[in-house]
């Protein structure tokens, strides 16, 4: 069952709630610290309320609370950023969702609306919140501005395509990348319906035992992030990354279960 109380002791938040951007930066660090990016979960629970497949529309928010938040599992973008947007209207916010495509579900879904974030508006300034992107990508809200936006020695910037805006990052000594696309259109939960439905299909069409593909969890560390994708590890420190695969199945094992259920050395 939904609770803001049991929300924010979940997540280790114990100031200030007045909704303000000093409280929102508070909030989507401790978020992503807290409750880990778990593509397991996303596919699993609560399982869908038809009896196949799942709901990424209709979702029971209760149930999902209790699987995703309360229990400390995680989840995939919609199940966080659909509770973290509850939160953040309970506690006074403006905000709104919007839609979006990752580079890698441009590619598999080929569908505008495939990630969901959110946007917290204070007045003329409007902020970007995501607490449901596996990584690596900003810890804390980004200003809607043309301006590079350094955090924990990543930079950021948004940059204007064709009606949409890319958001952008660059690593110390890297190149800059594209993260996602979207806009700033306000979506109701119903404009990801195609999504589901391809979700879903691609689900059906899986061979038994094969669940969602390889899996992909992520945690926010105090000044960066970890990233476990198949046996690709990735580390973000004060702006420094740091790939590798891991071969050794004992380290394998211990770093997922460092990222699911923390914290991460």
């Known amino acids: 069952m939904f609770d803001v109380d049991a929300y924010l002791r979940r997540i ?3 100031g200030e709630t007045k909704p303000d951007l000093d409280t929102l930066r508070v909030l989507h660090k ?4 807290a409750i880990p990016y778990n593509s397991v979960i ?26 995703v938040i309360a229990e400390g599992n995680g989840g995939g973008c919609i199940q966080l950023s659909r509770l973290f947007f509850r939160l ?7 905000v709104a969702l919007l839609g979006g495509s990752t580079v ?12 969901m974030l959110l946007l917290v508006t204070f007045g003329d300034e ?23 936006q350094v955090q924990y020695g990543v930079q950021y910037r948004l940059v204007e395509d064709a009606g949409s805006l890319v958001l952008r990052r660059c690593a110390q000594g890297g190149r800059w990348h594209v993260v996602y696309r979207f806009t700033l259109a306000v979506r ?14 691609n689900l059906a069409a899986a061979e038994p035992g094969a669940g969602g593909g390889l899996m992909l969890c992520s945690r926010a560390l105090e000044d960066g992030q970890a990233i476990l994708k198949g046996r690709r590890y990735l580390t973000v420190r004060d702006g420094r990354e740091e790939v590798r695969t891991l071969i ?3 380290e394998y094992e211990h770093l997922a279960a460092g990222i699911l259920t923390g914290p991460v050395g």
């Open 12 to 14: 280790g938040h114990e």
């Open 42 to 67: 996303s596919l699993t629970r609560p399982p869908s309320r038809r009896g196949a497949g799942v709901d990424l529309v209709d979702i029971d928010e209760d149930a999902t609370f209790d699987a």
């Open 126 to 148: 409007r902020w970007l919140v995501d607490v449901g992107y596996a990584g690596p990508s900003f810890l804390e809200p980004l200003r809607v501005g043309e301006e590079i």
């Open 248 to 250: 050794d199945s004992t």
């Open 88 to 94: 953040l209207r309970a506690l006074g916010f403006d």
């Open 30 to 33: 401790k978020h992503l610290m």
């Open 188 to 201: 109701e939960p119903a404009a990801w319906s195609e999504f589901e439905a391809k979700v879903n299909a």
């Open 104 to 115: 890698e579900g441009a590619q598999v879904f080929g569908t505008e609306v495939e990630h």
